[in-house]
């Protein structure tokens, strides 16, 4: 299984990171919204963990966004 961790705190994407991939999954992280979609669309996850509160572009902006297309 693929997963994208998209959070601006490096330690949760860091936590994330680690203990997915301890469990055997594919995890790439992203600091951003618009790098998270770009790395959605290139890497083409089963799940997708974001986080709601990010500045610049929203948790909810970027589901939103991939929604629309």
Same mark, same amino acid.
């Given at each position: ?14 936590? $994330?990171?680690?203990? #997915? ?11 951003? *919204?618009?790098? %998270?979609? +770009? $790395?959605?669309?290139? #890497? ?11 500045? *610049?572009?929203? %948790?909810? +902006? ?8």
């Amino acid at each position: 299984m693929k997963i994208v961790a998209i959070d601006d705190q490096q330690l949760v994407r860091l936590s $994330l990171e680690k203990h #997915f991939s301890r469990l055997g999954y594919t995890v790439k992280c992203a600091e951003t *919204g618009v790098k %998270g979609i +770009e $790395l959605v669309y290139d #890497f083409k996850p089963d799940l997708i963990i974001i986080d709601i509160n990010m500045e *610049g572009m929203s %948790g909810l +902006e970027v589901v939103r966004k991939l929604r629309a297309e």
